[in-house]
Protein backbone atom coordinates (compact mmCIF):
# COMPACT_ATOMS: atom_id res chain seq x y z
CA UNK A 1 0.00 0.00 0.00
CA UNK A 2 1.39 3.50 -0.43
CA UNK A 3 0.93 6.69 1.26
CA UNK A 4 -2.48 7.71 -0.02
CA UNK A 5 -4.05 4.20 0.26
CA UNK A 6 -2.77 4.33 4.22
CA UNK A 7 -4.14 7.81 5.20
CA UNK A 8 -7.73 7.41 2.91
CA UNK A 9 -9.27 6.39 6.12
CA UNK A 10 -7.75 9.54 8.36
CA UNK A 11 -8.72 12.21 4.96
CA UNK A 12 -12.20 10.73 4.96
CA UNK A 13 -12.80 11.35 8.68
CA UNK A 14 -11.29 14.99 8.01
CA UNK A 15 -13.21 15.54 5.29
CA UNK A 16 -16.58 14.78 6.99
CA UNK A 17 -15.65 17.02 10.23
CA UNK A 18 -14.28 20.15 8.45
CA UNK A 19 -17.55 20.00 5.73
CA UNK A 20 -19.60 19.88 9.27
CA UNK A 21 -18.06 22.40 11.11
CA UNK A 22 -17.44 24.69 7.75
CA UNK A 23 -21.22 24.03 6.68
CA UNK A 24 -22.46 24.26 10.03
CA UNK A 25 -20.93 27.53 10.96
CA UNK A 26 -22.51 29.36 7.93
CA UNK A 27 -26.16 28.37 8.26
CA UNK A 28 -27.87 30.69 10.34
CA UNK A 29 -29.90 29.09 13.27
CA UNK A 30 -28.02 25.67 12.97
CA UNK A 31 -26.84 24.36 16.38
CA UNK A 32 -25.13 20.82 16.24
CA UNK A 33 -26.38 20.39 20.00
CA UNK A 34 -30.15 20.27 18.26
CA UNK A 35 -30.05 19.48 14.37
CA UNK A 36 -29.64 16.59 12.70
CA UNK A 37 -26.19 16.54 10.68
CA UNK A 38 -28.52 15.39 7.39
CA UNK A 39 -30.12 19.20 7.83
CA UNK A 40 -26.84 20.16 5.99
CA UNK A 41 -27.69 18.55 3.34
CA UNK A 42 -31.38 18.86 3.00
CA UNK A 43 -33.33 20.16 -0.18
CA UNK A 44 -34.04 23.77 0.15
CA UNK A 45 -31.07 24.95 2.25
CA UNK A 46 -28.23 26.67 0.94
CA UNK A 47 -24.98 24.56 -0.09
CA UNK A 48 -26.63 21.88 0.12
CA UNK A 49 -25.18 19.91 -2.86
CA UNK A 50 -21.44 21.17 -1.71
CA UNK A 51 -22.52 19.69 1.65
CA UNK A 52 -23.56 16.10 0.48
CA UNK A 53 -20.03 16.09 -1.71
CA UNK A 54 -17.90 17.10 0.70
CA UNK A 55 -19.15 15.05 3.80
CA UNK A 56 -20.67 12.15 2.41
CA UNK A 57 -19.98 11.18 -0.86
CA UNK A 58 -15.87 11.97 -0.82
CA UNK A 59 -15.59 9.95 2.88
CA UNK A 60 -17.50 6.97 1.50
CA UNK A 61 -15.19 7.29 -2.20
CA UNK A 62 -11.77 6.98 0.01
CA UNK A 63 -13.45 5.24 2.28
CA UNK A 64 -13.80 2.45 -0.33
CA UNK A 65 -10.56 3.06 -1.93
CA UNK A 66 -8.84 2.16 1.38
CA UNK A 67 -10.91 -1.40 1.81
CA UNK A 68 -10.09 -2.00 -1.60
CA UNK A 69 -6.34 -1.63 -1.25
CA UNK A 70 -6.45 -3.35 1.75
CA UNK A 71 -8.05 -5.95 -0.10
CA UNK A 72 -5.34 -6.25 -2.85
CA UNK A 73 -2.68 -6.05 -0.41
CA UNK A 74 -3.73 -9.26 1.26
CA UNK A 75 -1.01 -12.02 0.24
CA UNK A 76 -2.88 -14.97 -1.89
CA UNK A 77 -2.37 -17.36 1.18
CA UNK A 78 -4.15 -14.90 3.45
CA UNK A 79 -6.31 -17.17 5.98
CA UNK A 80 -10.01 -16.85 5.30
CA UNK A 81 -10.71 -15.04 8.63
CA UNK A 82 -8.54 -12.01 7.35
CA UNK A 83 -10.81 -11.78 3.94
CA UNK A 84 -14.13 -11.91 5.57
CA UNK A 85 -12.87 -9.43 8.57
CA UNK A 86 -11.81 -7.49 5.52
Known amino acids: MNRFDRHA ?39 ATAFNALAFVLPGALAAWQAWAMGTALPAAAPAVARIGL
Request: charge should be positive; avoid cysteine; charged fraction near 10%.
Open 9 to 47: GAAAAFSFVLALLVFGTALEGYSQRLHPVALLGAAGVPR
